[in-house]
């Protein structure tokens, strides 16, 4: 039996700015058997290139990365959250931290290498795993805590308005919510911004 190899299905997009080095590392990464998308000499147009190539994962080497790099990736993280490994022998540990908050998956404090290529897509992309499912864990949290607040907002806007207990108020909310084949949360939106809203 035999298994496909996970570079197989591992698209890349590769941004260096050294011709020789880059060279070296896309032929390793063709030679490993990644799908090497596209080959950039800067990180200019990156936010373009990555809507482009929609790649799994950026490999960045830049001899000297800056801020305009780091307000890219940190766009991309926002609106199209991609793997990053960002190579470089410079930048301290302020750079580092904020190279992280803007998205960067793994930073490596040396230049791209191809015996380093294959652990730094692996590393890049487990952290971009589990950051990814604690963000959407958070979420779900944030989520959750905003229905509760507006749910109990209505609750107590019922509950003075109509001089009814909480218990009251909540079955109200849940009959309005069935009748309306809606959700509670909705329900209560309507309700807080009707009973909120100034008298004429």
Known sequence: M???PVSASVSILLVDDQTERAAMVAAQLTAA???????LSSAEGLLFQVE??????VLIDIESPDRDILESLSVINQHNPTPVAM???RGGAEFITSAVEAGVSAYMAEG?????VAPAIEIAMAQFRSYQQLRQSLQRTQQQLDERKI????????????NISEQAAHQ?????????NSTMRNV?????????????
């Open 172 to 180: 109200t909310l849940r009959t309005l919510a069935m009748n309306s």
């Open 188 to 200: 209560a939106e309507q309700i807080v911004a009707h009973l909120q809203a100034p008298v004429r």
């Open 151 to 162: 749910i109990e907002r209505a609750k107590g806007l019922l509950m003075a308005r109509k």
């Open 112 to 116: 791209l290498s191809a015996e380093r």
């Open 87 to 89: 190579f470089s022998a």
């Open 2 to 4: 035999t298994t496909t």
């Open 52 to 57: 482009k190539h929609r790649p799994d994962i």
């Open 33 to 39: 058997g990644y799908n090497l998308l596209a080959q």
